[in-house]
């Protein structure tokens, strides 16, 4: 009698491959988290929004750079031009454009100083530390591990339309041109998580491989969680409250 | 008697500090290389010049991988811009554009096939470690030294003017449009240098930090030197001396 042995842990088809990275989105991501909750019910104040925006900015200023460490690991002038786009996205072709400009905007919508969004001195130490975390992660980690992190952008689209609708309905103090971030990504996070899927079901052909994007993707939805724990907890602790005060 | 103590090292004035860092490039620039005397005095043999492009190409590859490292440590949209340019003179701004893909062609037209240069195989040891030497710099090094070391662009363009001479004058069995790669580095070269000299003249203030460039032009030196050493040196060893026998 011959019996076939397959191998102790078989890939996983890719439909089941792209069914588990999707399932760390729906189980991970930090539309799930109650800072996020209440941001879209209307229930921040003033002062919980601007303090969001101002931390969040530490993440988006940061996205090129992680964008420049993956390029460095691409092989080839098709993938790196792909890579390139994402950090134009977010730096602009020229002065006054780009994600990061829209951002600063956005601050300034909420009335927020731009000086002191650059200046990064309200940055919280949690949040450092997650964004610090996630350069690092990409970094050094395979291609394979720092492209699967990008894969929180599966979800982002939706994120953008829910919140979107959100800040028109309950934080109309902010000027809607304040919101021109978010529009712009609903179709840029389609693009790109379409692309970086594609990318991490070529290179994932082992099961090993399959379990690190895997990995890669869920520590990716801690490194946003851990951003919005910092926020969240930060009510009247110190440097943060007394400049809530002002 | 009341005497001013000068710091133990004061900064060189922005006059001395410039004619220091082209004194490098005067003094260990590899257009003093053997091998590119020999080259430009068009005594080079068909195999050799073949070997030169070969092995060169692997140096040309990575520069958007270094570029990308350096974009990586900048710190503003406006910076990383200016290396992103970089990236893309050599990626190309879509498929069959860029400075790789015309050194491809100087092969093709020097008879090479693009293939086995994709492959890389023909590359040697010594070739490798200068290129691999040089990505790692850029990677670990601060950003005033991975820039510092790009300033070997200064020398470039002349160095670029008196190849397309010698190579229409001495080797006319590759096709003028073969040339392409060297015509196009001459205005980059400009550019480029003198972007990052400005960077570097405001970014070195004290003299341990003029000292750091100055030595970072010095290491990158060696490694077009050693690159040509390598290329020189491989006549008959082996694995390189058999495949200039197909």
Known sequence: MTTTLAP??????PAEFEARLRAV?????????????????????????RRWITNRFHYQRHIPVK???????LDSPRLRRMWLRRIEDHDGRSEGEGGIERWLRLGEAAGLDRRTLLSGEAVLPG??????GYVNFCRLRSPLEAVAASLTELSAPDLMRTRIEAFERHYRWIAPEGLAYFRTRVDQGRR????????V??????????????AALSFKCDVLWSLLDAVQHADGQGQDGSRESM
Not at 25 to 49: C, K, P, S, W
Not at 201 to 214: G, I, L
């Open 25 to 49: 989105g729906e189980g991970r991501y930090h539309d799930r988290h109650t800072f996020n909750i209440r941001m879209h019910q209307g229930d921040l104040t003033q002062a919980e929004v």
């Open 127 to 132: 949040v450092r530390l997650a964004v610090e």
């Open 201 to 214: 079901r070529q290179w994932a052909r082992t099961r090993t491989d399959q379990e690190k994007a895997v």
């Open 192 to 199: 790109d998580s379409g692309e970086a899927l594609e990318l």
């Open 67 to 73: 964008d420049a460490l993956i390029t460095a690991k």
């Open 8 to 13: 102790l842990t078989e890939p996983w088809s």
